[in-house]
């Protein structure tokens, strides 16, 4: 069987283009860039990913994405101030943190409720969740879902989970209803860190 020359860099092309934000044409754009590019981008990236690929891990205590078993946010004492901020992903994590407005802990759920997708308690951190509020003596839980219908309702449900037993809030103005954390520039993520309101 004859081989096109270019067949490696169409697969690179078509799984540049399943990224987030990428399309066909951006991800020829961007695979066009790295040829070009070889040495300087190319080689160092596919040896980052190469690793990355090998070491990455899911924190077993918070969900976090890092290198160990435990994230470094987890093992930092000072970082054991009592509050937890719950966030539905990895990305929410992040954005959080590149905003620099808290220092506490988090806590990844790894998604939302959704009775239409069968995404129940179980198949996120909800479990998890309520036992990390006695276990590590939180004394609030932050809800810092997104502003969405499916946020709102796992919001809820956490709230009638740990009612009673931990101080509840959620974010306040600057998040728009609808609107995504990873996609909130850092000042609007501050605002409703420090407006956050008791449930």
């Not at 283009?17 to 080689?43: D, E, F, N, W, Y």
């Not at 919001?155 to 998040?175: E, F, P, R, S």
Request: charged share 25%; proline share 3%.
């Amino acid at each position: 069987m004859i081989r096109n020359s270019t067949d490696e860099i169409e697969v690179l092309i078509a799984l540049m283009a399943k990224l987030p934000g990428l399309g066909p044409r951006s991800a020829r754009r961007a695979v066009l860039h790295l040829i070009r590019k070889r040495a300087l981008l190319l080689t160092p990236l596919a040896d980052s990913m190469s690793e990355v690929a090998l070491s990455a891990r899911e924190c077993l205590n918070c969900g976090n994405v890092g290198t160990s078993e435990i994230c470094d946010i987890c093992t930092d004492d000072r970082r054991a101030n009592g509050e937890l901020c719950v966030v539905e992903d990895v990305g929410d994590l992040w954005a959080m943190e590149r905003a620099g407005v808290f220092k506490g802990r988090y806590h990844v759920l790894g998604g939302t409720l959704s009775a239409l997708d069968a995404i129940g308690p179980e198949e996120l951190r909800i479990p998890r969740l309520v036992d990390r509020v006695t276990a590590e003596a939180i004394s609030e839980v932050i809800l810092a879902l997104n502003a969405t219908i499916d946020g709102q309702t796992t919001a809820h449900y956490i709230a009638d989970q740990l009612q009673d037993q931990v101080k509840l809030t959620t974010l306040a103005q600057g998040v728009p209803i609808g609107g995504e954390l990873d996609y909130l520039d850092d000042g609007t993520i501050t605002a409703a860190m420090r407006a956050r309101k008791e449930i």
